[in-house]
């Protein structure tokens, strides 16, 4: 069992429906890339600058520790181009089978178990029941001292969990709805970078609004472009 877990894996374990290793909606994986971008700016792989469009520049290509964040520097540090926040948050979430690999990971530190189901008799789906739900536990519990109590101050990644969260919809799947309500604000302070969040974290935070609200708003647009 790993001391402790990268911001893309714990935001995963709040995305899988825990008896039947289902995941939760489709914009979940936008919060995960943008766990990701968190982690390296967290870590000071990357930085973002001021400017508005964000632009995001590797200072420190060494090892991260985890391979699908090593890989997702390597891309960022390799880019021809200068991109944005939003585009390498956007970029993450659509890596190659990006929800199995992490999952993988997670069955192989010994807290999802790997399995298939068939749908309709015909197909297999990969599903990821939980093998141990303490590590779980651990993540909402720290998340909800740090929502439902507004005398404590997050550290950075709890503080971007919590943001990432709300805004893929996954507060709601492992939250208590009243409890939820009843600190509404707070929440809403702690997702905008209100509190603790630095000014990098908070441009990813809101790099993943963006994200999920373009991926929210595109197929609309197709099918009323189609339509015409």
């Known amino acids: 069992m790993p001391d402790k877990l990268f911001l ?7 995305a899988i429906r825990d008896d039947q290793g289902t995941f939760s909606g489709g914009m979940y994986l936008y919060a995960v890339g943008g766990a990701m971008v968190s982690e390296l700016l967290i870590q000071q792989r990357i930085i973002a ?3 508005k469009k964000q632009v995001v520049a590797v200072i420190d290509d060494s090892s991260t520790g985890d391979a699908i964040l090593d ?10 181009k200068n991109r ?9 979430a659509h890596l190659p089978k990006l929800q199995h690999r992490v999952a993988q990971q997670l069955c192989d530190a010994g807290i999802l178990q790997r399995d298939e189901k068939k749908v309709l008799w015909l197909f297999t789906h990969q599903v990821y029941p939980e093998l141990d739900g303490s590590v779980e536990d651990g993540i909402r519990a720290k998340m909800a001292k740090v929502m439902f ?10 503080a971007v969990l919590i943001a990432l969260g ?25 997702a905008s970078g209100d ?21 929210a708003v595109l197929p609309a647009m197709t099918a009323a472009t189609m339509s015409h």
């Open 8 to 14: 893309h894996q714990e935001l995963l374990l709040l």
């Open 49 to 51: 600058n001021d400017e």
């Open 71 to 80: 890989e997702l520097l390597g891309l960022i540090g390799g880019a021809k």
């Open 84 to 92: 944005g926040m939003q585009h390498w948050v956007s970029k993450a």
């Open 149 to 158: 109590d507004e005398q404590a101050k997050p550290d950075p990644q709890t």
């Open 166 to 190: 709300l805004h893929a919809g996954l507060l709601r799947s492992n939250f208590a709805k009243d409890e939820l309500s009843q600190h509404k604000v707070r929440i809403k302070k702690i």
């Open 195 to 215: 509190v603790l969040a630095t000014g990098a974290t908070q441009a990813t935070i809101q790099a993943v609004q963006a994200a999920i609200l373009m991926a």
